[in-house]
C-alpha cells in the first residue's frame, strides 16, 4: 500500500487511466533537477505510468535538508520504492546523470530485499558507476566561480544564476546534490537481474563511449545502447528521441518481461 511517505517521495507526471497503465517508470532527475524535470515526456508514453522522484531540498520539499550522501538516499528511496510498487506490479526505473548512479544504488539495495525487482534500469547521460570521472569536483567552489560552471554546463535556468538573491535560494541543494555525486563510491554488488538500456549523446562532454558501455558489465541480463541528439541535457532539449527508445526498449506488460501471469496493474 502506498504511504503518505511515498507519495512526498514519487509523483505522478501523466500516464493511462489509474489500474490501466502496462508498467510503471520512476524516473530520478539529475543533480539540482526536480520531479518537473521528465514533464517534457508526458504524452510521449502512452502505455506507461510516468513518476518522478521528488528529493528533499527542492520544489514543495524546499524546507527540507538535502542529503549530500547518495547511499542515504537511496537507502530511503528504496524503501519507499517497495510499497510504492506493490509487491506485484511491473516497474522499471530511469535516472538522468546523477539519477542514473542513484537509479542503480537503489536497485542495488532491492537486490538484497525479497520483493518484485525493477523489469528495466534505463541510464541516461552518465558513465556507469566505477567509471573514472571526467569532471574535477565544484561543489566546494566559490559562489561565482560555481555559478559559471553551471551556466557552462547547462540545465540551470538563467533567471535562478543571474540573480543573486534567487541563487542563494537553490545553491545549498545544488551544492548538496554535486557533492552527493561526486563523494560517491559504488559498493562492491552482485550484477542486476534486470536489462540496463543506456542512452547517451554523442555530444555529451560529461559521458564517453567506453563508460556508457561500461553499464552492461552490471547486468547478468541484457543490455543496449542506443544514442540520441541533445548533448547533456537530452531528455529535456529532445524528449521524443528519448521516448522514442523507451517505448523500444522497456517491456510493456509482464508477459513480454517475461514475469508471470498478467496482474491488474497498480499505476
Do not use: K
Request: aromatic share 6%.
Amino acid at each position: 500500500m502506498t504511504t503518505a511517505a511515498d507519495e512526498l517521495w514519487f509523483r505522478r507526471l501523466s500516464g493511462p487511466p489509474a489500474g490501466s497503465a502496462a508498467l510503471g517508470l520512476l524516473c530520478f532527475p539529475s543533480a539540482g533537477a526536480g520531479p518537473e524535470a521528465f514533464r517534457q515526456l508526458t504524452g510521449l508514453l502512452p502505455d506507461i505510468a510516468l513518476w518522478a522522484v521528488h528529493l528533499p531540498g527542492r520544489g514543495t520539499r524546499l524546507g527540507e535538508e538535502p542529503r549530500r550522501s547518495l547511499d542515504e538516499l537511496a537507502e530511503e528511496i528504496a524503501g519507499h520504492v517497495v510499497s510504492w510498487a506493490g509487491g506485484a506490479h511491473p516497474y522499471a526505473v530511469l535516472g538522468h546523470s546523477m539519477g542514473a548512479a542513484l537509479a542503480y544504488a537503489v536497485c542495488v539495495r532491492l537486490a538484497l530485499l525479497p520483493v518484485r525487482q525493477p523489469c528495466a534500469l534505463v541510464a541516461c547521460a552518465r558513465d556507469a558507476p566505477g567509471r573514472p570521472r571526467h569532471r574535477r569536483p565544484v561543489s566546494h567552489l566559490p559562489t561565482p566561480l560555481f555559478v559559471e560552471h553551471l551556466r557552462r554546463m547547462g540545465g540551470t535556468p538563467a533567471e535562478v544564476l543571474d540573480d543573486p538573491g534567487v541563487f542563494a535560494v537553490f545553491e545549498p541543494m545544488l551544492r548538496a546534490d554535486f557533492a552527493a555525486a561526486e563523494h560517491w563510491r559504488p559498493r562492491p554488488a552482485p550484477p542486476l537481474g534486470c536489462p540496463i538500456a543506456v542512452v547517451g549523446s554523442r555530444d555529451d562532454p560529461e559521458t564517453r563511449p567506453a563508460g556508457l558501455a561500461a553499464w552492461h558489465d552490471l547486468t547478468s541480463s541484457a543490455g543496449s545502447l542506443d544514442w540520441v541528439p541533445g548533448g547533456h541535457f537530452f531528455p529535456n532539449s529532445h524528449p521524443r528521441a528519448l521516448a522514442e527508445v523507451l517505448n523500444r526498449r522497456l517491456p510493456l506488460g509482464q508477459q513480454s518481461a517475461g514475469l508471470g501471469p498478467q496482474v491488474e496493474s497498480r499505476f
